[in-house]
């Protein structure tokens, strides 16, 4: 499967704890994308790498998250301190830059979702 | 005003008609834009892509452009009920780095 990855599919956890989420993108891809998706709305971006580099972060996105990729491989989203707003899908994407910047279609992994009860 | 909106719908169809779907968006110097499939439970899958003013057809599906009146659509030929998803209209905005997506607009086929 040369698809985008995401593990785990499934996290319950307690409020209050910690959780980690590992993406693993497209190999030859060499942007990555953080979203995060509620019932009835569609993916809110959080966060953009471009090869090791967080180039973006959203607004949206508290100190109690954080993101890295070394290497410009796979990534992972940190989560501190959960609380049950956090309860949401988290999908990673990711795409290739192209020279002329107007393709670079991003494809999404199966996504991992987070309930904190 | 939202940087995507869409008609939430839902959009119901009869089996063998044409769904049309609808998008606009903000950023007027936005370049590319993009359809994607939504079933419930699962992730976003790319249908569409699209960079010109025009139309753009794959199969049984033809996105919509027209940048003047910053305008992105949808036509699903034929719909079948295995179309029946919530579609995502998607727009990468100025700078190329981030996608912005729609709350998407959910289609019933009935058989």
């Known amino acids: 499967d040369t698809g985008v990855s995401q593990d785990p599919r499934h996290k319950i956890t307690k409020r209050g704890q910690n959780v980690t989420f590992r993406c693993d993108p497209i190999?030859?891809?060499?942007?990555l994308y953080w979203y995060r998706q509620t019932l009835g709305q569609g993916p809110e971006f959080l966060t953009y790498?471009?090869?090791?580099?967080?180039?973006?972060k959203s607004r949206l996105l508290s100190d109690r998250f954080s993101a890295e990729r070394p290497k410009g491989s796979f990534s992972t989203l940190e989560i501190q301190r959960t609380e049950q707003g956090d309860s949401a899908m988290y999908l990673c994407?990711?795409?290739?830059?192209?020279?002329?910047?107007?393709?670079?279609?991003?494809?999404f992994g199966q996504g991992t979702r987070l309930t904190v009860v | 005003q939202k940087e995507v909106e869409q008609n939430s719908g839902p959009l119901s169809v009869p089996e063998g008609a044409i769904a049309s779907l609808n998008c606009t968006y903000s950023?007027?110097?936005?370049?590319?834009f993009f359809w994607y499939r939504q079933y419930s439970g699962k992730s976003p899958e790319l249908i569409m892509s699209?960079?010109?003013?025009g139309d753009k057809e794959d199969g049984r599906f033809t996105a919509q452009l027209n940048k003047a009146s910053q305008y992105v659509s949808l036509l699903i030929r034929d719909s079948q009920p295995s179309d029946s998803a919530t579609y995502l209209c998607?727009?990468?905005?100025?700078?190329?780095?981030?996608?912005?997506f729609g709350a998407g607009t959910r289609l019933f086929v009935k058989a």
């Open positions: 994407a990711s795409s290739l830059m192209t020279l002329t910047g107007k393709g670079a279609e991003a494809f």
């Open positions: 190999s030859e891809h060499n942007r």
């Open positions: 790498f471009q090869n090791e580099a967080q180039l973006e």
């Open positions: 950023d007027r110097g936005s370049q590319s």
């Open positions: 699209i960079y010109s003013n």
């Open positions: 998607a727009v990468r905005n100025t700078g190329g780095f981030k996608t912005i």
